[in-house]
């Protein structure tokens, strides 16, 4: 089989990666194409374009950089319809996607969504032109099953692909030795991994550093950002590591921690954290009237309750979240609700393995094409 794959982002190349290795298990003569990143190359993926060629993020950055998205979006479909694939796998990446999602349909081209568009948190009749233009839709967070019922439209909940990376990490015995680090307790910084997400992050962060002298500060480096990035952060003697983000997990004692997947990995590994989010004052402005779900980390919306506190936009500042530290540190009883809250969490998401379920299913629809008359 031949499928045409597209990943926007990190997250989504390291669950694609995974699905096209169940995939190439079930299907060992499979061709795969499209735009994704280094962990789908590593794969087989042949590569017609690399994600952060496109990535932009926020209302705001989206205008500035959509000339380059447009252009993407472009070459992508002519590369698509001259590579004739039996699936399209679309993996998260709304606003891109979407508009494949359309093209291909109605292209007749079959129509796989893993990892759907947060369609819950705003502008909920998008979920109507998913629907239109989706064959198949593959969710990782449980209460999107429910979530789509309301549309008339019965979707496969597969588990969460971050089960998948777990499941495989072992933690590397001499971490502290391997990265020169000292034994004093860890407090992870997770600034995010796209370069505006750094640099509006890192700058409150970097201030909890001669707060808590009894603690070390690491950060969870992204390699296909410049080193100078995390400048303000190194000069005062904050290490940045790279590619050990579940190292740095398995042995932190808390985080600091930018909203979106990381939350999520972080409530995996048990580690107390603090959910902090910054934006330009006009993206906020606008997402703040969109936005119809009454949290934004995959924490508390999983959970559907407060777990972690969110520090978002004025109130992610110094005093904040030096309070909010402050209190994991000193609070047992805040510390225990949270990892009780974990544990809830983790009892929703269950224990589907995502990418082998997500590979069975796509293969399954193959099947029942062939046996309808």
Do not use: C
């Amino acid at each position: 089989m031949k499928y045409y794959v597209i990943a926007g982002e990190r997250s989504g190349d390291m669950h694609l990666a995974n699905l096209v290795k169940a995939l190439k298990e079930k299907d060992p003569d499979a061709d795969f194409r499209g735009m994704a990143g280094d962990y789908s190359a590593a794969e087989g993926v042949s590569l017609v374009s690399h994600y952060k060629e496109v990535a932009v993020m926020g209302f705001v950055e989206v205008l500035f950089g959509f000339r380059k998205v447009l252009s993407s979006l472009k070459m992508v479909k002519e590369d698509l319809a001259h590579y004739k694939p039996d699936a399209l796998i679309l993996v998260d990446y709304g606003g891109f996607n979407m508009k494949i999602a359309k093209f291909a349909k109605e292209s007749d081209f079959v129509v796989h969504y893993y990892i759907p568009p947060k369609v819950w948190a705003w502008n909920q009749k998008r979920a109507y032109k998913l629907k239109k233009n989706v064959d198949y839709l593959y969710s990782i967070l449980p209460f999107e099953k429910t979530f789509f019922q309301k549309f008339d439209w019965e979707i496969n909940y597969v588990g969460n692909p971050l089960f998948d990376e777990i499941r495989k990490f072992e933690a590397h015995d001499f971490f502290h030795q391997k990265n020169e680090l000292s034994y004093k307790p860890i407090v992870a910084l997770l600034p995010g991994s796209r370069k505006q997400e750094v640099e509006n992050m890192l700058d409150e962060m970097v201030v909890l550093i001669s707060q808590f002298p009894q603690f070390q500060f690491v950060i969870a480096g992204v390699k296909n950002l410049s080193d100078t990035i995390y400048d303000k952060a190194t000069a005062h003697g904050v290490k940045v590591i790279y590619d050990q983000t579940y190292d740095l997990l398995h042995y932190a004692n808390a985080a600091v921690v930018t909203s979106g997947t990381a939350t999520l990995e972080t409530a995996l590994f048990n580690v107390p954290q603090v959910v902090v989010y910054k934006t330009s004052a006009i993206s906020y402005a606008i997402a703040k009237n969109l936005i119809k779900v009454p949290y934004i980390s995959l924490v508390n919306l999983i959970a559907e309750k407060e777990v972690v506190t969110e520090l978002i936009q004025d109130d992610y500042n110094s005093d904040r979240l030096n309070a909010e530290l402050t209190a994991l540190f000193e609070s047992t009883g805040k510390k225990n609700k949270m990892l009780e809250g974990y544990k809830s969490i983790k009892s929703k998401l269950g224990e589907l393995k995502a990418s082998e379920e997500t590979a069975r299913l796509i293969m399954e629809s193959f099947e029942s094409k062939k046996s309808r008359p």
